[in-house]
Structures are given as C-alpha cells and as structure tokens.
C-alpha cells in the first residue's frame, strides 16, 4: 500500500522561508519520480516541481529560485523548500507520484502580509 505523508506547513510571515517535507512508503522510491503540487482556494490544483530518483530536477519557471525540490532515496522522502514567500503561495501542497497515481493528504501552507 502506497502512502505519501506530507508535513512541514503552516503559516509564515511574508519573505519567510518553509520546508516542506514528503514521507513515501509502499513503493520503490529510488526508482520513483515525485512531484510537488499545490492547489489555492478557488484555483485549479498546479505543478511546482518534480524530481526523478537520481536527483534531476524540474521547476516551473514561476517558482524556480524561490522553490527547491530535492530528495533523500535512503529516508525515502522528497523535500520543497520555499523561500522569500508571497501570500500568493497560500495553498495547500501536495506530493504524488509523477504519474498523478498516488497522492498525499495535502499540508496547509499559509503565508500573511
């Protein structure tokens, strides 16, 4: 049984920073390519990042340099760290699978003025 575990949210002031944690159990992680998504109130769920199991990287180019994806294949977690945040990014964030099969249960990032 998959399960994808995210923590590390919650609120922050404005050019604050967040990491935010992914914790894969169930599946080959190594050989996994994770996704981050997030999803605003009232806005379709979006693509931040995604990163294959030797480390490669890809992040829309609206949140490359504020956000960086990585992983760890021995901890079999997948990391977002945010920096200088927006109260845009207030949302809630999600890991999956690359293939959008599994998801995780979401964790509430909320950044104010």
């Known amino acids: 049984q998959v399960q994808l575990l995210e923590s590390g949210g919650g609120l922050v002031q404005a050019g604050g920073s967040l990491r935010l944690s992914c914790a894969a159990s169930?599946?080959?992680?190594?050989?996994?390519?994770m996704s981050w998504y997030r999803q605003a109130p009232g806005k379709e769920r979006e693509l931040i990042a995604r990163i294959s199991g030797a480390g490669n990287s890809y992040t829309v180019q609206s949140m490359a340099g504020r956000f960086i994806v990585s992983r760890d294949n021995a901890e079999r977690t997948v990391y977002l760290q945010m920096s200088n945040l927006k109260p845009e990014d207030t949302a809630v964030y999600y890991c999956a699978t690359a293939d959008r099969a599994y998801w995780g249960q979401g964790t509430q990032v909320t950044v104010s003025y």
């Open positions: 169930g599946l080959n992680f190594g050989s996994t390519v």
